[in-house]
């Protein structure tokens, strides 16, 4: 299975999504059924697709607080839509490693963004791995 293709396939969902051509469902079907994709493709594209969404307050909240000096309102939409799934990645998909994730986001920002896309993906997420990382220490701190 190629989770690079599945990210590029989520990337065009939310795409849609977020300029609202059409229902999420709709989105899904059309950019799925234009090839013959291979299931765990599909599967996975869904999966990231699906908790993008549902986390989507909490995912915004983890890049707004790694942001330095930049206004959340001015990254672009493809550079948004890709630390979006980038940290959705980080944050609720375990079995991926945090690295695996960022450099997927990394690649996927020089194909689709722009020259810095690159560069600015891999700083927030890098961030945001941090982060994460920090509350889940301080969450164990608590919890002893």
Not at 38 to 45: D, F
Not at 56 to 67: A, F, G, K, N, W
Not at 107 to 123: P, Q
Request: proline share 2%.
């Amino acid at each position: 299975m190629s989770r690079r293709l599945a990210r590029e396939l989520a990337l065009k969902i939310l795409y849609g999504y977020e300029c609202g051509l059409d229902s999420l469902p709709e989105l899904i079907a059309g950019v799925l059924g234009k090839k013959n994709y291979k299931n765990g493709v599909k599967n996975y594209c869904r999966e990231l697709v699906t908790k993008t969404i549902n986390h989507l307050s909490e995912i915004d909240r983890m890049i707004i607080e790694v942001l330095k000096n930049w206004n959340y309102e001015r990254v672009s939409l493809i550079d948004k839509l890709i630390l979006r799934m980038g940290t959705c990645e980080i944050l609720y998909f375990p079995d991926i490693p945090n690295e695996v994730s960022i450099n997927e986001a990394i690649e996927i920002g020089k194909k689709y963004g722009s020259e810095e896309s690159g560069k600015f993906i891999n700083g927030v997420l890098d961030a945001v791995k941090k982060r994460r990382k920090e509350k889940e220490e301080n969450e164990g701190r608590n919890n002893q």
